[in-house]
């Protein structure tokens, strides 16, 4: 099905020549796919930055931190004596001052010869102040007169991990250029403007920038491909849409017996909000037409009640309802909360994630296919293919950013007409919902459910770890609950984020048996011993990654302490603060934080002590980003975008929609030459899952 004209684009990056068995490793953490990273994925792998080789500061000017070409003079080697581990010291100098060149291990032969003493020599790298004394550790390039007039003038600057230098990057995406070849061209010629840069060399002004622009995110080259990147996102969901028109919806007409039972098994009454938005999507669930609706709420806010009672409605129609979660803790969790009310109710509920195997498996299978059960939770295992439904009629995805129109549409597809509801983790802007929401209806549940105490928010630096430790000892021996959050350690990075084991132990040896882990690399059982030993109160510490960032609930937990809260984005940190102030202690929060903080770190942390609304919040993030866009687009929380940066791009995001319109309404099947073109866009945007929805062609 894959456009031809794509195949170098999807080649395996192991196929590049230079890039062996050992070199794919390090690649391939980079790049994070797994299953083995394709040509397009480094092509997408874009600059962080640039240097500027026309620009040579003096030494004294040069900032720190910042990769710099300096033209010098070599002074004085001060090789390690014998057998130390001390580093290889080299003296250069200009007319403005000295830099020390630093060399770990470095082989002397090797050392003496890049750099005879009393030649110029042209080198670049970046600057640290140690001691108030400027060095560079392993320069980047050391070359003569004759060397730096081969380099281009302007050179890209890529996020690595270990295990790869600029230069494998740069000399892997050279071959990666050489390979992409032309493409046929999706955007609209542009009525009497000039032709769009085409593709292929909008990659190649990027990572062959001849000015330092060309490699940012402003350039003409990256905004082509971002604007290409919110095109496909955006046909993609105008084509969900008109799918979705045209499969009429079939209308489930419940008749209020078991929504009464379980409202009355409720211990509260629905909120105002609540009740407008089940309003909503039982309007839509009873018309003709197929239901397509965000429920947008705050961390709290009480979405699942609303998910039950809709799934209620559907299933007092003879029908069934899916719940998918994006993990088997929050699964499992939804279980919990949702089987008491049910068995009240008399809803047949069951479980179904990777894990469920064998005869149980098989049975549940047979029930879900035979009607015998009402409504299942469960993970993506839900629409695997051996699983068939009776009558699916809802579809209610618990989003939290993870899942994609991919998964949205794989659970849909396992009924006729299915409604679907999407749920959010937490709010995100207006311009954020078009671009991951298209024109789905939304519900926003903005008002917090009643009796909820506010949370003490805190910002302290971890140089006052000792102090935390000694205050947390007392309110455990209070009787009160915390987390402890480590950020995630990245699988063999050698980095200095707190390990989440390590950091475990060590308050093991404060507070014994009463410390509990969780982590997303155990299994799945561990992890429901730990939750479950946690929500039990047998441990009253629960030291964890970010595994219990979305949804997680144990009401009794009253303190979070998150460290490394710099690390985190805006939207993390609320939702993990999330975990707590759900019952009536009130509760603290405390962001301990590694100084020196940056200005965006610091704005952040800010705005998380100044307000508990996630749709304040999720503004305040937007604006954030876009004044500096401190972490990567991997990063930055809004997955599935590889070169569009929302807070960057948004302009474009107008058209993009706007044009989707147009091209689904002119040509729904995608079958002109244009709508050829169009697919294969779909395709290196990752939105093919769309194509399987077009007729014929
Ligand atoms: P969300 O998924 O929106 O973050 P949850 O659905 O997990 O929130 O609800 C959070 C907590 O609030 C749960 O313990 C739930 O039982 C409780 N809750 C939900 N609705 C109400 C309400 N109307 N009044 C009081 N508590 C509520
Ligand atoms: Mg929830």
């Known amino acids: 099905m894959r456009p031809e004209c794509l195949n170098p684009y999807f080649s395996a990056l192991a196929d590049l020549s230079g890039i062996g068995p050992k070199m794919l490793r390090p690649f391939t953490r980079l790049l994070g796919r797994q299953e083995g990273p394709r040509v397009l994925d480094l092509l997408f792998h874009l600059p962080s930055g640039t240097v500027d080789r026309r620009k040579r500061p003096l030494i004294a000017e040069a900032p720190p931190g910042e990769t710099v070409t300096l033209e010098v003079k070599v002074g004085q080697h001060r090789p390690p004596p014998a ?28 050392v003496e010869r890049l750099l005879p003493p009393g030649e110029t020599r042209w080198l670049s790298g970046r600057i640290e102040l140690y001691d108030g004394m400027r060095q560079m550790a392993h320069p ?3 070359v003569d007169a004759a060397g730096f007039a081969r380099l281009p003038s302007v050179e890209p600057v890529y996020a690595l991990v270990e295990g790869l ?5 740069r000399r892997a995406m050279g071959a990666a250029l050489a390979l992409a070849g032309p493409l046929p061209e999706w955007q609209s010629p542009g009525r009497n403007g000039p032709a769009p840069m085409p593709f292929a060399a909008a990659l190649t002004s990027i990572h062959q920038p001849a000015e330092p ?7 003409a080259g990256w905004r082509r491909l971002a604007y290409d990147e919110l095109l496909a996102g955006q046909i993609a969901l105008a084509l969900v849409r008109a799918s979705n028109v045209r499969g009429v919806g079939r209308p489930s007409h419940g008749d209020g017996r078991l929504t009464a039972r379980l409202r009355a098994a409720l211990p509260f009454s629905l909120t105002g909000a609540q009740e407008t938005a089940l309003a909503a999507i039982a309007r839509d669930i009873g018309s003709g037409d197929r239901m397509l609706r965000l429920l947008q709420g705050d961390v709290g806010s009480g979405k699942t009640v609303v998910a039950l009672l809709s799934a209620a409605i559907v299933v007092e129609g003879g029908r069934q309802a899916a719940l998918m979660a994006p993990t088997e803790i929050l699964a499992r969790q939804h279980l919990k909360t949702i089987a008491p009310l049910a068995a009240a109710a008399g809803l047949r509920v069951a479980l179904l994630t990777g894990r469920e195997k064998g005869r149980v498996r098989e049975e549940l299978l047979g029930a879900l296919r035979s009607g015998a059960i009402d409504i299942v939770i469960g993970t993506h295992a839900l629409f695997q293919e051996s699983v068939d439904f009776h009558d699916l009629a809802l579809a209610i995805v618990d989003e939290q950013h993870r899942f994609g129109v991919h998964q949205r549409l794989a659970l849909a597809s396992k009924g006729e007409a299915v409604d679907v509801l999407v749920m959010t983790a937490t709010p995100i802007p207006r311009t954020l919902v078009l671009t991951f929401f298209g024109d789905m209806d939304v519900s926003e549940l903005r008002e917090k459910p009643a009796g909820r105490t506010p949370i003490e928010t805190r910002a302290v630096s971890s140089e006052r770890i000792g102090e935390v430790v000694e205050r947390l000892g007392a309110a455990l021996r209070e009787g009160r609950r915390a987390y402890w959050i480590c950020p995630l350690v990245e699988e063999s990075e050698s980095s200095d984020l707190a390990a989440a084991e390590a950091r475990h132990d060590e308050l093991k040896q404060h507070f014994g048996d009463r410390v509990g882990l969780v982590h997303g690399k155990m299994k799945g059982a561990e992890k429901d011993a730990a939750m479950a030993a946690f929500a039990s109160g047998q441990t009253r510490l629960l030291v964890a990654t970010t595994v219990v960032e979305v949804g997680v609930d144990v009401p009794e937990a009253s303190i979070m302490v998150i460290e490394h809260a710099e690390r985190f984005g805006l939207a993390q ?27 965006v770190a610091k704005a952040r942390l800010q705005a998380l002590r100044d307000s508990e609304d996630g749709f304040y919040l999720a503004e305040q993030d937007l604006k954030l980003r876009g004044e500096g866009d401190v972490l990567g687009t991997r990063q930055s929380g809004f997955p599935g975008f590889r070169v569009a940066r929302p807070e960057l791009h948004g302009d474009l995001l107008e058209a993009a929609r706007a044009e989707a319109a147009r091209i689904v309404a002119a040509d729904p099947d995608l079958v002109t030459a244009r709508g050829q073109a169009l697919r294969a866009l779909l395709y290196v945007f990752e939105r093919d899952v769309a194509v399987t929805l077009l007729g014929a062609g």
């Open 165 to 169: 230098g600029q230069g494998h990057v």
């Open 573 to 599: 940190l609320h939702q993990l603060r999330g975990r707590v102030g759900r019952g009536s202690v009130a509760s603290t929060c405390l962001l301990m934080y590694r100084p020196p903080l940056g200005e």
């Open 140 to 142: 980047e390039r050391v």
């Open 83 to 110: 057998g130390s581990r001390a580093p290889y010291r080299v003296q250069v100098h200009d007319d403005s001052g000295d830099l020390t060149l630093v060399f770990f291990k470095a082989d002397r032969g090797y």
């Open 213 to 219: 622009i060309d490699a940012t995110p402003g350039g």
